[in-house]
């Protein structure tokens, strides 16, 4: 079982604060154990006035914070015979809200104690997601910057690195199991049904089978919570093709599941995003 992440909740007038779950697992059950089992979230102390007044708090080189805001919406692209290479586009919201995001913090603690278990590793994640609108605007100059005092409240945690998953917009070709000729931007997870093949007949008088593909489009950038300046990071764009059969192809969308596709789109963050991460924090 997954456990519960602290929540960076915005509040209207209030500062942004994060809240822990008890010292048990969920709903009051038995702690967990596990080799890379993240330690017992604690809350984080109230926000400092600014994001300065914490400059010289002493910092652990082993201690790592992660924030993941990659949200609910899930972007959908639609290519049919009668548009060709025109994209429809679309979104689509998965539930339960959070498994995304969960899905990359427990890829992000995973991939850092398998570098190094020696490595602490706090996790947060955001309700309000909306708060922090486009995620290219989020760096200026190098710097990160967080909304209201959210940069203090994570910084107080005394760890030396963030870790940042975000959406991040890339081009199609860079996702070698995509279809060709998509003629626009990916950004975050999502995913493509292609139904141009449906418009060419094969040797057996079959017509084509509609390419169904889910795919992630993510930045990770690696913090130093000292100054907030972006240090190294990672982009990932990848994907894989569902099977589609001659019963589902006339919506191979409708033929899935809402658990099916998230599981789908679980499975790429947790292949290739440690492998990102590693990158970042191997010495």
Known sequence: MK????VLA??????????AQPPGGPAGGPPRSGKHAPPPPVAAPAPAA?????????????????????????QLLSLTPARGDTVQTGEW????????????????????????EKREVKLYTSSTRSLFGDPANLFVDGKLTLPGNLAAAVRQSGAAHLLLVTRSRQEPALAAALPARILTTLEGPGFVLDQ????????????????FVPYVSIRIALIDLADLRLRREQSIAV?????????????PWAATT???R????????ETELPRAVKRLVTP
């Open 3 to 6: 456990p519960f992440l602290p």
């Open 10 to 19: 915005a509040l209207v007038l209030a500062p942004v604060l994060a809240f």
């Open 50 to 74: 600014s994001a300065a007044a914490d400059d010289n708090k002493p910092r652990d080189p082993n201690k790592y914070a992660a924030l993941s805001l990659l949200g609910d919406s899930v």
């Open 93 to 116: 919201r998965a539930t339960p809200a959070g498994k995304l995001d969960d899905a990359a913090l427990q890829s992000l603690n995973t991939a850092i104690k398998e570098v190094d």
């Open 196 to 211: 141009r093949p449906s418009a060419q007949i094969g040797f057996d008088g079959q017509p084509g089978l509609p390419v």
């Open 239 to 251: 994907a894989t093709r569902l099977p589609v059969d001659r019963e589902s192809a006339a919506n």
């Open 258 to 260: 809402a658990e099916q």
């Open 262 to 269: 998230v599981k789908a789109l679980e499975t790429l963050i």
